[in-house]
């Protein structure tokens, strides 16, 4: 296999996330989850950004949720208004240590602290077009299938060319 081979036990870790960010994601997935939304994590959208995570709702709603393990990574990101172009509700997750109100107050806010979160303020809806909703779903579900299969057969990259949305 060419390239990074990712840990099996451990899918998200790529080696670009610092272990706060990690804990962050976790715990935020796991809302989400109780919440009855299906997660991915690092999803590339269309538009070329990664997504930190990426979750599907039961009734077909997508929100995007970025993560900021510090007050320096939120003040280093300015791709984040991106991503509301792929969801209908996009939150930002953080821990106890970074203070709430500095996150912009047009996105939900989500606390975590890696066993769990709770979300301190909704995001506002804003929903997609059709034809945008479709795309996420349909990218959503490769990645998700490409994931599981990576899973069950590690050299299935290597063998077909084919990898990660």
Do not use: N
């Amino acid at each position: 296999m060419s390239g990074q081979r990712i840990q099996l036990d451990q899918p998200l870790v790529d080696g670009r996330q610092s272990e706060t960010a990690l804990r962050v994601w976790r715990g935020a997935a796991r809302l989400l989850r109780q919440l009855r939304f299906a997660c991915v994590g690092e999803l590339t959208l269309a538009s070329g950004r990664r997504a930190d995570i990426a979750a599907i709702g039961p009734k077909g709603e997508i929100w995007i949720v970025e993560v900021k393990s510090s007050l320096a990574d939120l003040r280093a990101d300015s791709k984040w208004p991106d991503y509301r172009l792929h969801c209908d509700r996009l939150f930002f997750a953080t821990h106890a240590d970074v203070p709430a109100d500095v996150f912009p107050p047009d996105a939900g806010l989500i606390l975590s602290d890696g066993f769990g979160a709770e979300i301190l303020r909704q995001a506002p809806e804003h929903r997609l077009p059709a034809a945008t909703r479709k795309a996420v779903l349909l990218r959503f579900a490769q990645s998700a299938a490409l994931r599981l299969h990576d899973l069950h057969d590690p050299d299935a990259r290597a063998a077909t060319g084919y990898g990660l949305l």
